[in-house]
């Protein structure tokens, strides 16, 4: 049985419900619904769009629900995987799959922590400028005062982002190491 968003909302929490409903009237039917998470592929810069009806408390910059996750195809050194934590937990990288992704109350949120984050890996923020930006940056789209960072990302999606890292182990050492029954392979 195929669910329907607009259906399955109803029953979700007022904000979850309000900020779902826009992501569908923006993108249209979903990808995948289930009772919980409505999920959208490829829209726009995202590689994925996930709404949800649980929505995880989460006090910076303010106390507020995370509700939806935007992942976009991005290649995070892994020397920055710390600081994007220190910057903001709801900004979570996947360097095997590529992809750089926020999750926060709405679509906008998620559109001023990515660029954030860019702006940390790049160079061009700490992670207290980047920090103290939000801040400054949600504020004055709070204000309806101008916020390109709120309105759309502000570099593009890097295809093939993925890494699938090395190999430590051969096919031969695996086939080895089954036939003889054991438990530990030398790397190498």
Excluded at 28 to 36: L, M, S
Excluded at 143 to 149: D, I, L, N, T
Aim: hydrophobic residues 40%; glycine residues 4%; proline residues 6%.
């Amino acid at each position: 049985m195929t669910l329907d968003a607009n259906t399955v909302i109803k029953e979700w929490p007022v904000d979850a419900r309000t900020v779902t409903a826009a992501l569908i009237a923006k993108y249209g039917a979903a990808d995948e619904v289930t009772p919980a998470l409505v999920t959208w592929h490829n829209r726009g810069p995202w590689k994925k769009i996930v709404a949800s009806r649980y929505a995880t408390p989460h006090d910076f910059p303010f106390p507020h629900g995370d509700i939806v996750e935007n992942f976009t195809e991005y290649k995070v050194p892994s020397a920055f995987f710390s600081k994007l934590a220190d910057f903001d937990g709801s900004v979570t990288a996947s360097r095997t799959r590529g992809l750089l992704s926020a999750r926060c109350h709405d679509e906008e949120a998620n559109h001023l922590a990515a660029n954030l984050a860019h702006d940390i890996i790049i160079g061009k923020k700490t992670v207290a400028q980047a920090r103290q930006a939000y801040v400054d940056i949600m504020l004055a789209y709070r204000e309806h005062k101008a916020a390109p960072y709120m309105n759309e990302l502000q570099f593009k999606p890097q295809a093939n982002a993925g890494d699938p890292d090395v190999a430590l182990v051969s096919t031969d050492q695996l086939d080895k190491a089954a036939k003889e029954d054991r438990a530990t392979i030398p790397v190498g």
